[in-house]
């Protein structure tokens, strides 16, 4: 994979760059943007682009909804530099608009999910895209695991780099796949069955594997404790995970009854009219003396539902990480969202991940569709 500053600024004064980034960002009930941490962290790639006069032409998709418009984040992109949007994907508006720009000049196209071409990867519509400019940078590492058009198709046709970020995330998660020891991770989030084989690799991997959120619903259930209303997975751990040495769980959690009150209890002490809703206070110190001695610390998912204001215990782990000398890498899903929610500052919580799916992924193979496609 060829990074974008193994090309010199010559190269790239003047020539029109497809830049593919993930700017998937969630939006307030206004419909403005109401996390800027992807776009921050993407930023770089474009002012880089932009400060050596290329031409830089931005894509991605926003949502799932076919008819949403990118245009809230052509907004939000305004307290970085000066951005045009342009309504359209690869028909004349976007053709003659980019075929007119100046040099150091910055365009946002419309959300790639408008043309159902893009997840299709449908060979007119990448021909159309590629046909907008003469390099292609690919920075969207948080969608790198989508083999869509913009991402695997675009590349066939024009000379391809990664982007800063995108090198970036390969090389941080790359150390988070081959962690120096003592390691320590953390992995919450829910549906077990999708996350089994990434447990297995981890157990492998990490001295201690902590397991949190709506998983650790799953091993109390596996190990016959009572879990009331809590969220469980099709599939539950078995005994392979649950007896291995490196398996540490919860040792008591936050319930919420339903009138709405919550307690904390051990795992056995569990009823009927309970939602476990977040991990306990002596979870977070059965923790502690791992996340202060750790030399790497990998930490996906919030301990608890931060969403509905179970924040207290996802803070307090954040905190002690913060604290630790371990070289750090946090992301997947919510991670960052519910770190942005607890308020603890990050600048001592190492390298954070935009990627959700995309980063899992990564741990687990080493690769993407997206990265091949670089190759
Ligand atoms: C994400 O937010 O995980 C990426 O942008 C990918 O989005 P998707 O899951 O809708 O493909
Ligand atoms: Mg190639």
Known sequence: MKCLDEVSACELKGKRVLVRS????PLDAKGEVADMFRLKQGWKTIQYLSERGARVIIVSHIGRDPEETIEPVARAMKQFGSVVFIPDLVGAPAQNATAVMRDGEIVLLENLRRDARETENEESFTKGLASLAE??????????HRAHASIVGVPKFLPHYAGLLMRDEVREIDVARAPESPSFAILGGAKFET????????LE??????????LADDVFKARGFPVGRSLISKELPDASILENPHFLAPIDVTVESTDGQARVKKPEEVVADDKIVDIGPDSVASVASFIAESK???????TGMYENGYIHYTQAIAELISKSPAKKVIGGGDTIAAIEESGVPQENLGFLSTGGGAMLEYLLKGTLPGIEALM
């Open 205 to 214: 991997k990490y001295d201690q594997l902590f397991i949190v959120g709506a």
């Open 135 to 144: 390099l292609y940078v690919d920075d969207a590492f948080a969608a790198a």
């Open 296 to 302: 790497f610390i990998l930490w996906s998912g919030p």
């Open 22 to 25: 993930d700017f998937n960002l």
């Open 195 to 202: 996350k089994a084989p990434l447990i297995k690799l981890l």
